[in-house]
């Protein structure tokens, strides 16, 4: 057929006469009557050269008791220098984006605290402490009151 011969459809009756013509029936995985898949695109060649590996078994080196705890001590002090993020939450609000947009100077935004409440202090997100607000020169401080139980601590997270 070229390009430009023009195609009649098929009437509903031509469709569904269907000749089957020596199909494969194919297993229930897909693949072939064996139950192998079907794979188009392989090419089995049975001269395919198989690479050269070599495979050897992982070797670790052996433990070593430590001496009076040293060990354990220096693995210990490689943890205490990583940095956490400290937040000290004073209090929050929930507002709509027509009130964040009129936020300008002099714009007060009342939290759910009450003055003189305990502040959270939050440790990478995390409750950890309870604290009150201080001034240290012309700086904010948060002086530690109460420290959140392990049990408490494990539960915020869940």
């Known amino acids: 057929m070229s390009e430009n011969t023009p195609?009649?459809?098929l009437e509903n009756d031509e469709l569904n006469a269907h000749e089957p013509e020596a199909e494969e029936e194919l297993s229930p995985s897909g693949g072939t009557p064996g139950?192998?898949?079907?794979?188009?695109?392989?090419?089995?060649?049975?001269?395919?050269?198989?690479?050269?590996?070599?495979?050897?078994?992982?070797?670790?080196?052996?433990?070593?008791?430590?001496q009076n705890g040293r060990t354990e001590k220096a693995n210990l002090d490689m943890l205490l220098d990583i940095g956490l993020q400290v937040t000290v939450e004073l209090g929050r609000a929930k507002m709509s984006i027509r009130d964040v947009l009129g936020l300008g100077p002099g714009t007060v935004v009342e939290l759910n605290r009450v003055a003189g409440e305990p502040v959270d202090v939050l440790i990478n997100g995390?409750?950890?402490?309870?604290?009150?607000?201080?001034?240290i020169g012309d700086?904010?401080?948060?002086?530690?009151?109460?420290?959140?139980?392990?049990a408490?601590?494990?539960?915020s997270m869940i």
Do not use: W, Y
Request: charged fraction near 30%.
């Open 126 to 135: 995390k409750p950890i402490a309870k604290g009150e607000v201080v001034v």
């Open 7 to 9: 195609v009649e459809p």
């Open 152 to 155: 408490q601590r494990v539960e």
């Open 35 to 66: 139950g192998e898949p079907e794979f188009p695109d392989v090419v089995e060649d049975d001269d395919a050269e198989i690479p050269d590996v070599t495979v050897n078994p992982a070797s670790f080196a052996a433990l070593k008791p430590s």
């Open 139 to 150: 700086m904010f401080g948060v002086r530690v009151t109460d420290i959140i139980p392990p």
